[in-house]
């Protein structure tokens, strides 16, 4: 099975600063990855589909890049509701949809 | 608008079994692949079954083979996660999510786009 792997797993920042999170895949995947939101007592949120596409209302300061093995998500102005954690997800090979552990960006 | 409400979740005793509902509208239900995901106190998002749009292709993590199955009834718009043998590490909050790309994609190659709000599975003595 594919493993996906975040760095950092968590992440202080202030708000306006720009943020990168890191996924890395055991194999190529292609650009076979999404990246997820995810508040304590909400459902998850797509953020970025095929490792670069906007997922419709997310805001534009959201963006996704890489392929292959090495997958970037960036904020680049950090807001106040933008504080949750984001999961990297790849779906190239069976069993499709497993996540990264799991990246906490605080305060 | 596109819904998916779960339902289902309670207390159950190690070794005793649940059914978990997720009822689905706003889209054509046949025409999606559909999953279950999982997460257990303090811990990430786990993925833990996905299905074809037709039903005829079912997916699990090693965790929960072979005690948990994955079905749906595409005439009244419902997914279903069967859950037997269960565990203490089986408890989590288990959301369903809809695929974001018609059956002619890879499953979840768009991502899963819409999620229902979630559905507490806690076992214990």
């Known amino acids: 099975d594919i493993q996906m792997t975040q760095s950092p797993s968590s992440l202080s920042a202030s708000l306006g600063d720009r943020v990168t999170i890191t996924c890395r895949a055991s194999q190529s995947i292609s650009n076979y990855l999404n990246w997820y939101q995810h508040k304590a007592g909400k459902a998850p949120k797509l953020l970025i589909y095929?490792?670069?596409s906007l997922q419709s209302g997310v805001p534009s300061r959201f963006s996704g890049n890489g392929s292959g093995t090495d997958f970037t998500l960036t904020i680049s102005s950090l807001q106040p509701e933008d504080f949750a954690t984001y999961y990297c997800?790849?779906?190239?090979?069976?069993?499709?949809?497993?996540f990264g552990q799991g990246t906490k960006l605080e305060i | 608008e596109v819904q998916l409400l779960e339902s289902g979740g309670g207390l159950v005793q190690p070794g005793g079994s649940l059914r978990l509902s997720c009822a689905a509208s706003?889209?054509?239900?046949?025409?999606?692949?559909m999953g279950w995901v999982r997460q257990a106190p303090g811990k990430g998002l786990e993925w833990v079954s996905s299905i074809s749009g037709g039903g005829s292709s079912t997916y699990y993590a090693d965790s929960v083979k072979g005690r948990l199955t994955i079905s749906r009834d595409n005439s009244n718009n419902t997914l279903y996660l069967h859950m037997n043998s269960l565990r203490a590490e089986d408890t989590a909050v288990y959301y369903c999510a809809k695929d974001g790309g018609n059956s002619g994609w890879p499953l979840f190659y768009y991502g899963m786009d819409v999620w229902g709000q979630g559905t507490t599975v806690a076992v214990s003595s």
């Open positions: 997800q790849q779906s190239y090979s069976t069993p499709r949809g497993t």
């Open positions: 706003g889209f054509i239900f046949t025409s999606f692949g």
């Open positions: 095929t490792a670069s």
